[in-house]
């Protein structure tokens, strides 16, 4: 199995931006696509990006795209999440999944349930 841990949330104004970065240790990360998901409070936990092992195919949520990059350096078994022009509504903990890809490559899961490997989470709290 692999351990997905997440770093770099932190508390910055509207409009700012962050970078999430994710280390998975374990099993090859090569084996892995990955996700990105955010829980705000009070709120379901929601898909924001998913991307491929080779890291060619990615997947967004519509509430993120054209302001959110999801990127993975195979090399270092990291994968980063680079997010622009933030807003309050994406005030969430930040959590990295792995999963198998089992439908093979072209497949980037949107579901909770589909993955398999969770990190603890990362806060990012964005002011107005």
């Known amino acids: 199995q692999v351990q997905p841990v997440e770093s770099g949330g932190g508390l910055v104004q509207a409009g700012g931006s962050l970078r999430l970065s994710c280390a998975a240790s374990?099993?090859?990360?090569?084996?892995?696509?990955m996700g990105w998901f955010r829980q705000a409070p009070g709120k379901e936990r929601e898909f924001v990006a998913a991307?491929?092992?080779?890291?060619?195919?990615?997947s967004y949520a519509d509430s993120v795209k054209e302001r959110f990059t999801i990127s993975r350096d195979n090399a270092q078994s990291t994968v980063s999440l680079r997010m622009n022009n933030l807003k309050p509504d994406d005030t969430a903990v930040y959590y990295c999944?792995?999963?198998?890809?089992?439908?093979?490559?072209?497949?980037?899961?949107?579901?909770?349930?589909?993955?398999?490997?969770w990190g603890p989470g990362t806060q990012v709290t964005v002011s107005s």
């Open positions: 999944a792995a999963r198998l890809p089992l439908e093979g490559p072209y497949y980037l899961a949107p579901g909770i349930a589909e993955y398999d490997f």
């Open positions: 374990g099993r090859p990360f090569t084996n892995y696509n």
């Open positions: 991307i491929s092992l080779s890291g060619q195919r990615t």
